[in-house]
């Protein structure tokens, strides 16, 4: 026959007496050989964990006893009423991700960042339920991931953190000369959340705005993470270009500029406005000298 005991209960209860079993809902007992008899759990729970005596008769009233331990473990699995969802948070704000799971044995919680970005505590890794950001940055902003894990299995559920900040506006580079006649691009990098719509970009020299014409282009160029290049691209230099320009940039958070100094060089950098430049290797220029003697033959 087959007693159960559990952990909470030191007294077993019978549960078979030879193959049949008191609850067959709950247990089958079988012979697979003539010496063996064995017991099948059927649809394990957590209940169901505890201590399994077999006790085999070899004469009147005496009988051999062997016992198995169960131990039931459950794969993790993420609360999703008790986990933070995506979040919105403003710069200097404080935040806290949640992340609460069950599973047996109890589940180790550990967070890390998409493509191995540091957590704000400098780490790769953190472990714990409650991760805490006391400033939130503009750097902190991107998926984090919780990940529950035990002996059983894993499960992960991943949190956007949307940081809202005032643009940073960097002139690349700060200081910029050429001479007049010859082409010139200043450029400074925006980053910021919402990112500033092309209203929201603009630039001035000593105090006066500056528009596109026939010799100069103002664009805006969208790129990855928030982040927009804004380019004075002026084909032909004139000397009433140079001055002090103002790259500003804002959105809902403020806004922020940049100053970078245009002054003229005497020595040309780069490429003359509307000029053309042939390059030619040595085996063309072999061709063109055979071609121009064989026409003067």
Same mark, same amino acid.
């Given at each position: 026959?087959?007693?159960?005991?559990?952990?909470?209960?030191?007294?077993?209860?019978?549960?078979?007496?030879?193959?049949?079993?008191?609850?067959?809902?709950?247990?089958?007992?079988?012979?697979?050989?003539?010496?063996?008899?064995?017991?099948?759990?059927?649809?394990?729970?957590?209940?169901?964990?505890?201590?399994?005596?077999?006790?085999?008769?070899?004469?009147?009233?005496?009988?051999?006893?062997?016992?198995?331990?169960?131990?039931?473990?459950?794969?993790?699995?993420?609360?999703?009423?008790?986990?933070?969802?995506?979040?919105?948070?403003?710069?200097?704000?404080? +935040?806290?991700?949640?992340?609460?799971?069950?599973?047996?044995?109890?589940?180790?919680?550990?967070?890390?960042?998409?493509? #191995?970005?540091?957590?704000?505590?400098?780490?790769?890794?953190?472990?714990?339920?409650?991760?805490?950001?006391?400033?939130?940055?503009?750097?902190?902003?991107?998926?984090?991931?919780?990940?529950? =894990?035990?002996?059983?299995?894993?499960?992960?559920?991943? *949190?956007?953190?949307?940081?809202?900040?005032?643009?940073?506006?960097?002139? !690349?580079?700060?200081?910029?000369?050429? +001479?007049? #006649?010859?082409?010139?691009?200043?450029?400074?990098?925006?980053?910021?959340?919402?990112?500033? +719509?092309?209203?929201? *970009?603009?630039?001035?020299? =000593?105090?006066?705005?500056?528009?596109?014409?026939?010799?100069? =282009?103002?664009?805006?160029?969208?790129? +990855?993470?928030?982040?927009?290049?804004?380019?004075?691209?002026?084909?032909?230099? @004139?000397?009433?270009?140079?001055?002090?320009?103002?790259?500003?940039?804002?959105?809902?958070?403020?806004?922020?500029?940049?100053? *970078?100094?245009?002054?003229?060089?005497?020595?040309? *950098?780069?490429?003359? @406005?509307?000029?053309?430049?042939?390059?030619?290797?040595?085996?063309?220029?072999?061709?063109? !000298?055979?071609?121009?003697?064989?026409?003067?033959?």
């Amino acid at each position: 026959m087959w007693m159960f005991q559990t952990r909470a209960n030191s007294t077993a209860i019978q549960i078979s007496t030879g193959t049949r079993s008191m609850d067959a809902f709950r247990w089958a007992v079988d012979t697979p050989s003539p010496t063996a008899v064995r017991l099948r759990i059927q649809n394990v729970q957590v209940t169901d964990e505890g201590l399994y005596i077999c006790k085999v008769q070899v004469v009147t009233q005496n009988y051999i006893p062997d016992q198995r331990e169960l131990r039931v473990v459950q794969k993790p699995q993420i609360s999703d009423l008790d986990t933070s969802s995506d979040m919105t948070k403003n710069a200097d704000d404080s +935040a806290q991700l949640e992340c609460y799971a069950t599973g047996r044995p109890v589940p180790l919680i550990k967070w890390t960042r998409m493509a #191995g970005e540091l957590l704000p505590n400098g780490g790769t890794e953190f472990q714990g339920s409650v991760l805490t950001i006391t400033r939130v940055q503009a750097d902190h902003a991107g998926i984090y991931k919780c990940m529950a =894990e035990n002996s059983a299995g894993v499960d992960t559920r991943e *949190i956007r953190l949307t940081v809202n900040f005032r643009p940073e506006v960097i002139a !690349v580079p700060q200081f910029v000369m050429q +001479a007049i #006649g010859y082409q010139k691009k200043l450029v400074c990098n925006i980053k910021g959340y919402p990112p500033p +719509a092309p209203e929201q *970009i603009s630039w001035m020299r =000593e105090g006066f705005p500056v528009t596109s014409n026939s010799r100069i =282009e103002v664009r805006n160029i969208p790129g +990855a993470s928030n982040r927009i290049t804004s380019i004075i691209d002026i084909s032909y230099v @004139a000397a009433g270009d140079f001055g002090r320009y103002r790259c500003t940039a804002s959105n809902e958070k403020g806004s922020q500029y940049a100053v *970078i100094d245009f002054t003229e060089s005497k020595t040309p *950098i780069g490429q003359k @406005a509307g000029s053309t430049i042939l390059t030619f290797n040595v085996a063309t220029i072999l061709m063109l !000298v055979t071609v121009c003697l064989l026409q003067r033959l």
